[in-house]
């Protein structure tokens, strides 16, 4: 079975500082894509980061950049400079192509706190 | 600008009354998808459809009926069946391999509460 962890419920950090969300996930699919969402309290999904698994450049967005270790199936998500506004739920998902449709995965999230 | 449009974003169902959510989009994707979120448990996916007419159970569709007559719309409705609605519902779409890196796109979701 297709599955993606996050193992930290609740992460802090300090204004301006650098954090690191951790994601693993198990496919037996050869092709498949890595998305990083944030959920604000206004409980918007919106896109951070993705990656293809076929690139081994990890992607980055301004602040936003990943880690991909696709050896140890790891997928984590790095915010630089925090910012208030990076308060939010993160949460990791894969989509693969599974018996002739695109299925997504979404692990159960990570809030982020972010300190003044 | 191109979106998904759900609505709407509260609602409030009496016990043994069927409510039905609706979900519309003008992106002109080809799948549709119907998540359940509660606290802790990240997003569930209820049922899917990747064409008009057609679509399938996802993890946890008992209590659940969706109908796909148009491209456009999704509309999912919680039946009296469903014991526990209580939670937030997030309606996705996506395409489907055209461009295989994109991701899906949600809209702002319903939150259903039990009277």
């Known amino acids: 079975a297709q599955t993606v962890t996050q193992s930290q419920p609740e992460m802090s950090v300090q204004e301006a500082e650098t954090v690191t969300l951790s994601c693993t996930y198990d496919?037996?699919?050869?092709?498949?894509?890595l998305f990083w969402y944030k959920q604000p309290p206004s409980r918007q999904m919106i896109l951070v980061i993705r990656q293809e698994a076929y690139k081994q450049q990890n992607a980055t967005e301004n602040r936003f950049s990943v880690n991909f270790q696709k050896a140890a199936k790891s997928f984590s998500l790095k915010i630089s400079d925090s910012q208030l506004g990076d308060a939010a739920m993160y949460f990791c998902?894969?989509?693969?192509?599974?018996?002739?449709?695109?299925?997504?995965?979404f692990g159960t999230g990570t809030r982020l706190k972010v300190l003044a | 600008d191109g979106g998904i449009t759900q609505s709407p974003k509260y609602l409030f169902r009496k016990e043994g009354q069927n409510v039905t959510l609706s979900c519309e989009q003008n992106l002109n994707h080809d799948a549709m998808y119907w998540y359940r979120q509660d606290p802790g448990q990240g997003l569930r996916l209820i049922y899917y459809s990747q064409i008009v007419n057609d679509f399938q159970k996802g993890d946890i569709a008992e209590g659940y009926s969706v109908s796909r007559e148009k491209k456009e719309s999704f509309p999912l409705t919680v039946t009296s069946a469903q014991k526990n609605p209580t939670a937030f519902y997030l309606c996705a779409s996506s395409t489907q391999g055209q461009i295989p890196n994109q991701p899906q796109h949600f809209g702002d979701g319903t939150r259903l509460s039990i009277l």
């Open positions: 998902a894969s989509k693969t192509f599974t018996s002739g449709t695109y299925k997504y995965i």
């Open positions: 496919t037996s699919e050869s092709d498949y894509y």
